[in-house]
């Protein structure tokens, strides 16, 4: 039963820690397209240029740090994995003999 455990949680970490990095690496893209969005949605598409700007940088800013979140949970979850792997893993084989 341990080892089901494990192989959920590695394959959990593994998606949280791959769309992080997506996020991440996309956040230009991401936010540049939400900013374009935004600005079609303004009053015959017009728009201060700073305020465009200020609109793009913050969707980018968004999408890093939700990014950076999931690719921490990510490692961290890995890494508990491994250790939980490691401390309960050694304890069942030592009950099996």
């Known amino acids: 039963m341990l080892n089901e455990h494990i192989k959920g949680l590695s394959i959990i970490s593994s998606l ?3 769309a992080g990095l997506v996020l991440m690496f996309s956040s230009i893209s991401f936010g540049t397209a939400l900013g ?7 009053v015959d598409g017009v728009a201060d240029t700073s305020q465009y700007n200020m609109i793009v940088e913050t969707y980018k800013n968004n999408f890093v740090i939700t990014g950076s979140i999931l690719f921490s949970a990510g490692i961290l979850t890995a890494i508990l994995t ?3 792997a490691v401390l309960f893993g050694k304890k069942e084989n030592n009950n099996i003999v």
């Open 36 to 42: 374009d969005s935004w600005l079609l949605n303004q």
């Open 16 to 18: 949280l820690a791959i």
């Open 82 to 84: 491994y250790f939980t």
